[in-house]
Protein backbone atom coordinates (compact mmCIF):
# COMPACT_ATOMS: atom_id res chain seq x y z
CA UNK A 1 0.00 0.00 0.00
CA UNK A 2 1.27 3.22 -0.65
CA UNK A 3 0.63 4.78 2.29
CA UNK A 4 1.93 8.25 1.50
CA UNK A 5 -1.01 9.38 -0.60
CA UNK A 6 -3.68 11.18 0.60
CA UNK A 7 -6.25 8.97 0.10
CA UNK A 8 -4.51 6.18 2.62
CA UNK A 9 -3.84 8.87 5.15
CA UNK A 10 -7.54 9.57 5.14
CA UNK A 11 -8.57 5.72 5.46
CA UNK A 12 -5.94 5.00 8.26
CA UNK A 13 -7.09 8.08 9.88
CA UNK A 14 -10.74 6.56 10.00
CA UNK A 15 -9.62 3.50 10.55
CA UNK A 16 -7.95 4.74 13.63
CA UNK A 17 -10.95 6.41 14.76
CA UNK A 18 -13.21 3.61 13.90
CA UNK A 19 -11.80 1.39 16.57
CA UNK A 20 -10.58 4.37 19.31
CA UNK A 21 -14.67 4.71 19.04
CA UNK A 22 -15.43 1.17 19.48
CA UNK A 23 -16.75 0.62 22.84
CA UNK A 24 -16.32 -3.23 23.26
CA UNK A 25 -12.69 -3.57 22.16
CA UNK A 26 -10.55 -4.67 24.84
CA UNK A 27 -7.58 -2.24 26.34
CA UNK A 28 -5.05 -5.03 24.81
CA UNK A 29 -7.01 -4.77 21.98
CA UNK A 30 -6.62 -0.93 21.54
CA UNK A 31 -2.80 -0.92 22.81
CA UNK A 32 -2.16 -3.65 19.81
CA UNK A 33 -4.19 -1.40 17.00
CA UNK A 34 -2.19 1.70 17.96
CA UNK A 35 1.12 0.36 17.90
CA UNK A 36 0.29 -1.15 14.92
CA UNK A 37 -1.12 2.53 13.50
CA UNK A 38 2.03 3.51 14.19
CA UNK A 39 3.60 1.24 12.05
CA UNK A 40 5.37 -0.60 15.12
CA UNK A 41 4.26 -3.81 14.04
CA UNK A 42 4.05 -3.64 10.33
CA UNK A 43 6.19 -1.69 8.28
CA UNK A 44 4.52 0.48 5.61
CA UNK A 45 5.49 -0.94 2.18
CA UNK A 46 8.22 0.70 0.65
CA UNK A 47 10.41 -0.44 -2.22
CA UNK A 48 12.88 -3.29 -1.37
CA UNK A 49 16.40 -1.92 -2.85
CA UNK A 50 17.23 -5.54 -4.05
CA UNK A 51 14.53 -5.85 -5.96
CA UNK A 52 14.31 -2.39 -7.46
CA UNK A 53 18.45 -2.94 -8.43
CA UNK A 54 17.35 -5.92 -9.97
CA UNK A 55 14.40 -3.85 -12.21
CA UNK A 56 16.88 -1.80 -13.38
CA UNK A 57 18.77 -4.93 -14.88
CA UNK A 58 15.73 -5.73 -17.17
CA UNK A 59 17.18 -4.99 -20.41
CA UNK A 60 14.57 -3.43 -23.51
CA UNK A 61 18.15 -4.11 -25.79
CA UNK A 62 18.38 -7.77 -24.57
CA UNK A 63 14.51 -8.41 -25.02
CA UNK A 64 14.76 -7.59 -28.62
CA UNK A 65 17.43 -9.77 -29.33
CA UNK A 66 15.51 -12.46 -27.73
CA UNK A 67 12.29 -12.07 -29.65
CA UNK A 68 14.89 -11.36 -32.93
CA UNK A 69 16.33 -14.54 -32.17
CA UNK A 70 12.49 -16.39 -31.61
CA UNK A 71 11.48 -14.74 -35.07
CA UNK A 72 14.74 -16.11 -36.61
CA UNK A 73 13.12 -19.72 -36.80
CA UNK A 74 11.23 -18.62 -39.40
CA UNK A 75 8.12 -20.62 -37.83
CA UNK A 76 8.02 -21.88 -34.11
CA UNK A 77 4.26 -23.41 -34.61
CA UNK A 78 3.84 -26.85 -32.84
CA UNK A 79 3.12 -29.37 -35.56
CA UNK A 80 6.45 -27.45 -37.73
CA UNK A 81 9.90 -29.70 -37.70
CA UNK A 82 12.03 -30.92 -34.19
CA UNK A 83 13.89 -33.24 -35.98
CA UNK A 84 17.85 -33.01 -35.78
CA UNK A 85 18.55 -31.66 -39.48
CA UNK A 86 15.77 -29.05 -38.75
CA UNK A 87 17.10 -28.19 -35.60
CA UNK A 88 20.62 -27.61 -36.84
CA UNK A 89 19.64 -25.49 -39.76
CA UNK A 90 17.75 -23.14 -37.05
CA UNK A 91 14.02 -23.76 -38.10
CA UNK A 92 11.26 -24.77 -36.66
CA UNK A 93 10.18 -24.80 -32.77
CA UNK A 94 12.22 -27.86 -32.45
CA UNK A 95 15.57 -25.05 -32.68
CA UNK A 96 13.54 -22.77 -31.22
CA UNK A 97 13.23 -25.06 -28.20
CA UNK A 98 16.91 -25.96 -27.87
CA UNK A 99 17.97 -22.22 -28.35
CA UNK A 100 15.90 -21.53 -25.00
CA UNK A 101 17.47 -24.21 -22.93
CA UNK A 102 20.79 -23.12 -24.01
CA UNK A 103 19.82 -19.61 -22.59
CA UNK A 104 18.17 -20.59 -19.88
CA UNK A 105 21.82 -23.00 -19.45
CA UNK A 106 24.04 -20.00 -19.91
CA UNK A 107 21.85 -17.66 -17.45
CA UNK A 108 22.59 -20.53 -14.96
CA UNK A 109 26.56 -20.78 -15.77
CA UNK A 110 26.25 -16.74 -15.06
CA UNK A 111 24.95 -17.38 -11.32
CA UNK A 112 27.53 -20.47 -10.62
CA UNK A 113 24.45 -23.51 -11.43
CA UNK A 114 21.69 -21.48 -10.00
CA UNK A 115 19.48 -22.74 -12.37
CA UNK A 116 17.74 -26.22 -12.98
CA UNK A 117 16.98 -26.67 -16.58
CA UNK A 118 14.43 -28.87 -17.00
CA UNK A 119 12.06 -29.76 -19.81
CA UNK A 120 8.48 -31.49 -19.69
CA UNK A 121 8.02 -33.29 -23.03
CA UNK A 122 4.85 -35.53 -23.98
CA UNK A 123 3.32 -36.81 -27.27
CA UNK A 124 -0.22 -35.26 -27.66
CA UNK A 125 -2.91 -37.29 -28.88
CA UNK A 126 -4.43 -36.57 -32.33
CA UNK A 127 -7.26 -33.64 -31.74
CA UNK A 128 -9.19 -30.64 -33.51
CA UNK A 129 -6.15 -28.75 -34.59
CA UNK A 130 -3.14 -31.70 -34.16
CA UNK A 131 -3.86 -33.94 -37.09
CA UNK A 132 -1.22 -36.57 -35.78
CA UNK A 133 0.16 -37.55 -32.27
CA UNK A 134 2.84 -34.77 -31.54
CA UNK A 135 5.90 -34.44 -29.60
CA UNK A 136 5.85 -31.03 -27.32
CA UNK A 137 8.28 -29.58 -25.12
CA UNK A 138 7.72 -27.36 -22.24
CA UNK A 139 10.60 -26.25 -21.50
CA UNK A 140 11.80 -24.73 -17.56
CA UNK A 141 13.59 -23.27 -15.56
CA UNK A 142 13.67 -23.53 -11.29
CA UNK A 143 15.46 -21.13 -9.39
CA UNK A 144 14.88 -22.72 -5.82
CA UNK A 145 14.46 -21.01 -2.77
CA UNK A 146 16.84 -20.80 -0.20
CA UNK A 147 15.10 -21.47 2.45
CA UNK A 148 14.36 -24.98 3.51
CA UNK A 149 11.17 -24.35 4.91
CA UNK A 150 9.74 -21.71 1.55
CA UNK A 151 11.44 -23.67 -1.01
CA UNK A 152 8.03 -25.79 -1.75
CA UNK A 153 6.30 -22.84 -2.19
CA UNK A 154 6.77 -21.77 -5.74
CA UNK A 155 5.32 -18.45 -8.47
CA UNK A 156 5.72 -18.33 -11.59
CA UNK A 157 6.04 -16.44 -15.20
CA UNK A 158 5.40 -18.38 -18.49
CA UNK A 159 4.78 -17.38 -22.29
CA UNK A 160 4.34 -19.83 -25.26
CA UNK A 161 6.86 -19.64 -27.72
CA UNK A 162 4.86 -21.34 -30.03
CA UNK A 163 3.68 -19.26 -33.14
CA UNK A 164 1.01 -19.47 -35.84
CA UNK A 165 -0.14 -17.39 -39.10
CA UNK A 166 -3.40 -17.83 -40.89
CA UNK A 167 -3.76 -21.16 -41.25
CA UNK A 168 -4.02 -23.09 -37.93
CA UNK A 169 -2.06 -25.96 -39.34
CA UNK A 170 0.43 -24.94 -41.57
CA UNK A 171 3.24 -25.97 -40.42
CA UNK A 172 6.06 -24.65 -42.75
CA UNK A 173 5.40 -20.71 -43.93
CA UNK A 174 6.67 -18.64 -41.97
CA UNK A 175 5.47 -17.48 -38.78
CA UNK A 176 7.10 -15.05 -37.00
CA UNK A 177 5.41 -14.90 -33.75
CA UNK A 178 7.27 -11.67 -32.54
CA UNK A 179 4.59 -10.24 -30.35
CA UNK A 180 2.45 -13.53 -30.35
CA UNK A 181 4.20 -14.85 -28.16
CA UNK A 182 7.74 -14.24 -28.51
CA UNK A 183 7.01 -10.89 -25.99
CA UNK A 184 5.86 -13.72 -22.81
CA UNK A 185 8.30 -15.84 -23.63
CA UNK A 186 11.00 -12.90 -23.53
CA UNK A 187 9.58 -11.73 -20.38
CA UNK A 188 9.86 -15.00 -18.84
CA UNK A 189 13.48 -15.42 -20.27
CA UNK A 190 14.28 -11.81 -18.91
CA UNK A 191 13.29 -12.51 -15.76
CA UNK A 192 15.41 -15.49 -15.80
CA UNK A 193 18.30 -13.80 -16.43
CA UNK A 194 17.71 -10.79 -13.84
CA UNK A 195 16.34 -12.97 -10.86
CA UNK A 196 18.78 -15.51 -10.75
CA UNK A 197 21.22 -12.56 -9.98
CA UNK A 198 19.37 -12.76 -6.67
CA UNK A 199 18.39 -15.29 -3.88
CA UNK A 200 15.10 -15.55 -2.74
CA UNK A 201 13.41 -17.67 0.12
CA UNK A 202 10.54 -18.97 -2.27
CA UNK A 203 11.26 -20.98 -5.77
CA UNK A 204 10.42 -19.04 -8.77
CA UNK A 205 9.25 -20.95 -11.88
CA UNK A 206 10.62 -19.61 -15.42
CA UNK A 207 8.36 -21.82 -18.25
CA UNK A 208 8.07 -21.49 -22.14
CA UNK A 209 5.43 -23.57 -23.12
CA UNK A 210 4.10 -24.60 -26.49
CA UNK A 211 1.03 -25.90 -28.22
CA UNK A 212 -1.27 -22.79 -27.00
CA UNK A 213 -2.31 -22.18 -30.27
CA UNK A 214 -3.20 -25.53 -31.12
CA UNK A 215 -5.75 -25.67 -27.65
CA UNK A 216 -3.36 -24.93 -24.21
CA UNK A 217 -1.62 -28.35 -24.91
CA UNK A 218 1.81 -27.33 -23.21
CA UNK A 219 0.38 -25.27 -20.00
CA UNK A 220 -2.50 -27.94 -19.50
CA UNK A 221 0.58 -30.59 -19.47
CA UNK A 222 2.45 -28.80 -17.04
CA UNK A 223 -0.37 -27.68 -15.09
CA UNK A 224 -1.47 -31.31 -14.48
CA UNK A 225 1.73 -32.39 -13.90
CA UNK A 226 2.01 -29.68 -11.34
CA UNK A 227 -1.57 -30.63 -9.51
CA UNK A 228 -0.85 -34.33 -9.39
CA UNK A 229 3.08 -33.70 -7.84
CA UNK A 230 1.74 -31.76 -5.22
CA UNK A 231 3.48 -28.28 -5.79
CA UNK A 232 2.62 -25.14 -3.79
CA UNK A 233 2.27 -22.68 -6.59
CA UNK A 234 0.85 -19.58 -5.12
CA UNK A 235 0.72 -17.34 -8.37
CA UNK A 236 0.75 -18.13 -12.28
CA UNK A 237 1.54 -14.88 -14.82
CA UNK A 238 0.76 -15.32 -18.02
CA UNK A 239 2.76 -13.22 -20.79
CA UNK A 240 0.90 -13.18 -23.89
CA UNK A 241 0.96 -11.01 -26.26
CA UNK A 242 2.84 -8.11 -24.16
CA UNK A 243 4.19 -6.58 -27.11
CA UNK A 244 2.67 -3.23 -27.39
CA UNK A 245 2.01 -3.15 -30.86
CA UNK A 246 3.17 0.05 -31.94
CA UNK A 247 -0.25 1.15 -33.85
CA UNK A 248 -1.99 4.72 -33.61
CA UNK A 249 -4.43 3.70 -30.77
CA UNK A 250 -2.17 1.93 -28.67
CA UNK A 251 -1.62 2.97 -24.97
CA UNK A 252 1.61 1.83 -24.07
CA UNK A 253 1.11 3.31 -20.60
CA UNK A 254 -0.91 0.24 -19.62
CA UNK A 255 -0.54 -3.06 -19.77
CA UNK A 256 -4.07 -5.27 -18.76
CA UNK A 257 -4.32 -7.92 -16.38
CA UNK A 258 -7.05 -10.56 -16.95
CA UNK A 259 -8.45 -12.88 -13.85
CA UNK A 260 -10.95 -15.41 -13.32
CA UNK A 261 -14.17 -14.41 -11.28
CA UNK A 262 -16.11 -17.48 -10.34
CA UNK A 263 -12.92 -19.95 -10.23
CA UNK A 264 -12.89 -22.74 -12.65
CA UNK A 265 -11.81 -25.28 -10.38
CA UNK A 266 -14.44 -24.21 -7.81
CA UNK A 267 -16.93 -27.46 -6.61
CA UNK A 268 -21.07 -26.63 -6.60
CA UNK A 269 -20.93 -26.32 -3.55
CA UNK A 270 -18.14 -23.77 -3.01
CA UNK A 271 -19.79 -21.92 -5.74
CA UNK A 272 -23.05 -21.85 -4.31
CA UNK A 273 -21.32 -20.29 -1.12
CA UNK A 274 -19.37 -17.93 -3.55
CA UNK A 275 -23.25 -17.31 -4.71
CA UNK A 276 -24.43 -16.74 -1.03
CA UNK A 277 -21.63 -14.45 0.29
CA UNK A 278 -21.09 -12.01 -2.86
CA UNK A 279 -18.12 -13.83 -3.64
CA UNK A 280 -17.53 -13.21 -6.87
CA UNK A 281 -15.25 -11.03 -7.31
CA UNK A 282 -12.75 -12.47 -4.87
CA UNK A 283 -11.17 -15.63 -6.51
CA UNK A 284 -7.43 -16.03 -5.89
CA UNK A 285 -6.79 -14.93 -8.98
CA UNK A 286 -8.42 -11.88 -8.77
CA UNK A 287 -6.07 -11.28 -5.33
CA UNK A 288 -3.18 -12.30 -7.53
CA UNK A 289 -4.15 -8.60 -10.03
CA UNK A 290 -5.11 -6.66 -7.32
CA UNK A 291 -1.38 -7.30 -5.69
CA UNK A 292 0.19 -6.70 -9.23
CA UNK A 293 -1.26 -3.31 -8.96
CA UNK A 294 -0.16 -2.82 -5.44
CA UNK A 295 3.47 -4.01 -6.64
CA UNK A 296 3.10 -1.50 -9.53
CA UNK A 297 2.78 1.52 -6.82
CA UNK A 298 5.60 0.48 -5.39
CA UNK A 299 7.86 -0.33 -8.14
CA UNK A 300 8.64 1.95 -10.87
CA UNK A 301 8.24 -0.61 -13.66
CA UNK A 302 7.08 1.72 -16.44
CA UNK A 303 3.70 0.04 -17.00
CA UNK A 304 0.52 0.60 -15.39
CA UNK A 305 -1.76 -2.91 -14.56
CA UNK A 306 -5.42 -2.52 -15.80
CA UNK A 307 -7.29 -4.61 -13.96
CA UNK A 308 -10.31 -6.71 -16.21
CA UNK A 309 -12.57 -8.69 -14.68
CA UNK A 310 -12.42 -11.62 -17.09
CA UNK A 311 -10.84 -14.59 -17.41
CA UNK A 312 -9.67 -13.42 -21.05
CA UNK A 313 -10.40 -11.34 -23.59
CA UNK A 314 -13.93 -12.18 -25.13
CA UNK A 315 -14.67 -15.36 -26.08
CA UNK A 316 -10.97 -15.96 -26.27
CA UNK A 317 -8.53 -17.99 -24.36
CA UNK A 318 -4.48 -18.23 -22.77
CA UNK A 319 -2.64 -20.90 -21.05
CA UNK A 320 -3.80 -18.80 -17.65
CA UNK A 321 -6.87 -21.26 -18.02
CA UNK A 322 -5.09 -24.26 -17.93
CA UNK A 323 -3.84 -22.81 -14.33
CA UNK A 324 -7.15 -22.08 -13.56
CA UNK A 325 -8.42 -25.37 -14.21
CA UNK A 326 -6.28 -26.95 -12.24
CA UNK A 327 -6.85 -24.68 -9.05
CA UNK A 328 -3.92 -22.35 -9.54
CA UNK A 329 -4.02 -18.39 -9.05
CA UNK A 330 -3.44 -17.27 -12.45
CA UNK A 331 -3.45 -14.26 -14.55
CA UNK A 332 -2.86 -12.79 -18.18
CA UNK A 333 -0.64 -9.85 -19.12
CA UNK A 334 -1.86 -8.41 -22.38
CA UNK A 335 -1.05 -5.59 -24.09
CA UNK A 336 -3.75 -2.73 -24.01
CA UNK A 337 -4.52 -2.66 -27.75
CA UNK A 338 -4.04 -5.99 -30.26
CA UNK A 339 -3.36 -5.19 -33.67
CA UNK A 340 -5.10 -8.43 -35.65
CA UNK A 341 -3.60 -7.67 -38.68
CA UNK A 342 -0.38 -8.19 -37.11
CA UNK A 343 -1.31 -11.88 -35.28
CA UNK A 344 -2.38 -15.07 -36.17
CA UNK A 345 -1.59 -13.56 -40.14
CA UNK A 346 0.71 -15.07 -42.61
CA UNK A 347 3.61 -12.15 -43.34
CA UNK A 348 2.01 -10.45 -46.51
CA UNK A 349 1.12 -6.88 -47.85
CA UNK A 350 -2.03 -6.33 -49.54
CA UNK A 351 -3.59 -2.54 -50.75
CA UNK A 352 -0.58 -1.22 -49.28
CA UNK A 353 -1.51 -2.99 -45.99
CA UNK A 354 1.62 -4.86 -44.03
CA UNK A 355 0.05 -8.12 -41.84
CA UNK A 356 1.85 -10.54 -40.08
CA UNK A 357 3.72 -10.59 -36.62
CA UNK A 358 6.99 -8.76 -37.44
CA UNK A 359 9.59 -7.92 -35.01
CA UNK A 360 9.38 -4.25 -36.34
CA UNK A 361 6.07 -3.81 -34.90
CA UNK A 362 7.16 -4.82 -31.28
CA UNK A 363 7.98 -1.75 -28.50
CA UNK A 364 10.43 -3.43 -27.15
CA UNK A 365 10.80 -0.88 -23.68
CA UNK A 366 7.14 -1.60 -23.78
CA UNK A 367 7.73 -5.61 -23.48
CA UNK A 368 11.02 -4.69 -20.48
CA UNK A 369 8.32 -2.32 -18.44
CA UNK A 370 6.31 -5.71 -18.60
CA UNK A 371 8.97 -7.68 -17.05
CA UNK A 372 9.54 -5.25 -14.78
CA UNK A 373 6.09 -5.61 -13.43
CA UNK A 374 6.39 -9.36 -13.54
CA UNK A 375 9.80 -9.11 -11.82
CA UNK A 376 9.11 -6.85 -8.92
CA UNK A 377 5.47 -9.30 -8.42
CA UNK A 378 7.63 -12.68 -8.76
CA UNK A 379 10.43 -11.16 -6.24
CA UNK A 380 7.66 -10.08 -3.63
CA UNK A 381 6.04 -13.04 -3.58
CA UNK A 382 9.14 -15.04 -3.38
CA UNK A 383 10.83 -12.69 -0.95
CA UNK A 384 7.79 -12.46 1.28
CA UNK A 385 5.80 -15.03 3.81
CA UNK A 386 3.05 -17.34 2.72
CA UNK A 387 -0.36 -16.37 2.91
CA UNK A 388 -2.29 -17.29 6.25
CA UNK A 389 -4.01 -20.25 6.47
CA UNK A 390 -7.87 -21.69 7.67
CA UNK A 391 -8.70 -17.89 7.83
CA UNK A 392 -12.41 -17.76 9.42
CA UNK A 393 -14.80 -15.13 9.75
CA UNK A 394 -16.77 -15.38 13.11
CA UNK A 395 -20.57 -15.70 12.57
CA UNK A 396 -21.75 -17.65 15.74
CA UNK A 397 -23.96 -14.63 17.24
CA UNK A 398 -25.41 -11.82 15.07
CA UNK A 399 -23.32 -8.72 15.73
CA UNK A 400 -22.25 -5.60 13.84
CA UNK A 401 -18.31 -6.26 14.73
CA UNK A 402 -16.39 -8.56 12.45
CA UNK A 403 -14.16 -11.12 14.03
CA UNK A 404 -11.39 -12.72 11.85
CA UNK A 405 -9.37 -15.57 12.94
CA UNK A 406 -6.56 -17.58 10.91
CA UNK A 407 -3.80 -19.84 11.28
CA UNK A 408 -0.12 -18.61 11.40
CA UNK A 409 1.39 -18.46 8.11
CA UNK A 410 3.97 -21.32 7.55
CA UNK A 411 7.59 -20.76 7.38
CA UNK A 412 8.41 -18.68 9.81
CA UNK A 413 8.91 -15.52 7.83
CA UNK A 414 6.02 -13.56 8.85
CA UNK A 415 6.30 -11.20 11.39
CA UNK A 416 2.49 -9.86 11.28
CA UNK A 417 -0.42 -9.72 9.90
CA UNK A 418 -2.76 -7.15 7.95
CA UNK A 419 -6.76 -7.15 7.77
CA UNK A 420 -7.18 -5.47 4.37
CA UNK A 421 -11.19 -4.33 3.39
CA UNK A 422 -13.19 -2.66 0.91
CA UNK A 423 -16.68 -2.05 -0.55
CA UNK A 424 -18.41 -4.80 -1.82
CA UNK A 425 -18.67 -2.50 -4.59
CA UNK A 426 -14.81 -1.82 -5.02
CA UNK A 427 -12.86 -2.69 -7.45
CA UNK A 428 -9.29 -3.13 -4.82
CA UNK A 429 -8.61 -3.02 -1.44
CA UNK A 430 -9.45 0.26 0.71
CA UNK A 431 -7.91 -0.01 4.13
CA UNK A 432 -5.68 -1.99 6.14
CA UNK A 433 -5.03 -2.96 9.56
CA UNK A 434 -2.02 -4.17 10.41
CA UNK A 435 -2.36 -6.07 13.42
CA UNK A 436 0.47 -7.51 14.62
CA UNK A 437 1.48 -10.98 15.25
CA UNK A 438 -1.80 -12.75 16.60
CA UNK A 439 -4.32 -14.76 15.11
CA UNK A 440 -7.15 -13.20 15.68
CA UNK A 441 -8.50 -9.62 15.22
CA UNK A 442 -12.00 -7.84 15.52
CA UNK A 443 -12.93 -4.64 13.27
CA UNK A 444 -15.57 -2.06 14.06
CA UNK A 445 -17.34 -2.70 11.35
CA UNK A 446 -20.12 -4.77 10.38
CA UNK A 447 -18.78 -7.96 7.21
CA UNK A 448 -22.43 -7.05 5.87
CA UNK A 449 -20.84 -4.26 4.54
CA UNK A 450 -17.35 -5.14 3.20
CA UNK A 451 -14.94 -7.95 1.78
CA UNK A 452 -12.58 -8.95 4.26
CA UNK A 453 -9.03 -10.83 3.55
CA UNK A 454 -6.33 -11.24 5.75
CA UNK A 455 -2.64 -11.44 4.58
CA UNK A 456 1.08 -12.00 6.21
CA UNK A 457 3.99 -9.78 6.04
CA UNK A 458 7.68 -9.81 7.21
CA UNK A 459 10.07 -7.34 8.55
CA UNK A 460 10.80 -5.93 5.40
CA UNK A 461 7.68 -5.45 4.42
CA UNK A 462 6.89 -8.29 1.42
CA UNK A 463 3.38 -8.82 1.40
CA UNK A 464 1.60 -12.56 0.94
CA UNK A 465 -1.26 -12.76 -1.18
CA UNK A 466 -4.54 -11.65 0.89
CA UNK A 467 -6.70 -14.61 1.64
CA UNK A 468 -10.52 -14.25 1.52
CA UNK A 469 -12.01 -15.76 5.02
CA UNK A 470 -14.98 -18.60 5.24
CA UNK A 471 -17.32 -18.30 7.61
CA UNK A 472 -17.10 -20.03 10.56
CA UNK A 473 -20.08 -20.85 12.71
ZN1 LIG B 1 -0.78 -16.16 -27.75
Not at 57 to 63: D, G, K, L, P, V
Not at 80 to 97: E, M, N, P, Y
Not at 299 to 320: A, C, K, N, Q, S
Amino acid sequence: MALSSPVWIKSWASLFLAMVAGLGMNVAGLAQNVKAAAGEHNPPEIANARIARALQNISAERIRATVEKLVSFHTRQTLSAQDDAAIAAGRGIGAAREWIKAEFERYSKACGGCLEVKSDSFTETAADRIPTPTQITNVYAVLKGTDPQSAKRMVLVTGHYDSRNSGELDASSDAPGANDDASGTAVSLECARVLSQQKFPATVLFLAVAGEEQGLNGSSHFAQMAKQQGWNIEAVLNNDIVGGDQSALQDSSVVRVFSEGLPQAATEAQVRRIRALGGENDSPSRQLARYITEVARIYRTGVEPRMIFRLDRYLRGGDHSAFNQQGFAAVRFTEYREDYNHQHQDVRTEKGMEYGDLAKFVNFEYVASVARLNAATLASLASGPAPPVKVRLVTKKLENDSTLTWESSTGGLATGYEVVSRATSSPAWESVSAVGQVNRATLKFSKDNVIFAVRAVDAQGHRSLPVVPDPER
